[in-house]
């Protein structure tokens, strides 16, 4: 929740921790079982959520790991050829 004199930039970056942890849970998830396509599909909807907002705020490194992130879960989807 954003405070009233609180941008939505300092909001989001004072939020991204915690969605850093959702993400880290979600992965840890992912690699217990990595068959279950459900929760590689959370990981990756979670991944792209913040990769929008951090887009918008123009957050560049930020987004350059996110990007890869979400580049490695595609290849991993992908079948292998």
Excluded: N, Y
């Excluded at 989001?12 to 459900?38: C, M, N, S, W, Y």
Aim: proline share 5%; with cysteine; glycine share 2%.
């Amino acid at each position: 929740m954003q405070t009233s004199d609180e941008d939505p930039r300092s909001a989001f970056v004072r939020h991204l921790p915690r969605k850093i942890v959702e993400i880290k849970a979600t992965l840890g998830a992912v690699l217990a079982d990595p068959r279950q396509l459900r929760m590689r599909d959370e990981l990756r909807r979670r991944v792209d959520a913040v990769l929008t907002i951090a887009r918008t705020h123009q957050l560049r490194s930020l987004c350059d790991g996110l990007q890869a992130t979400s580049d490695a879960l595609t290849e991993a989807r992908s079948p292998a050829s």
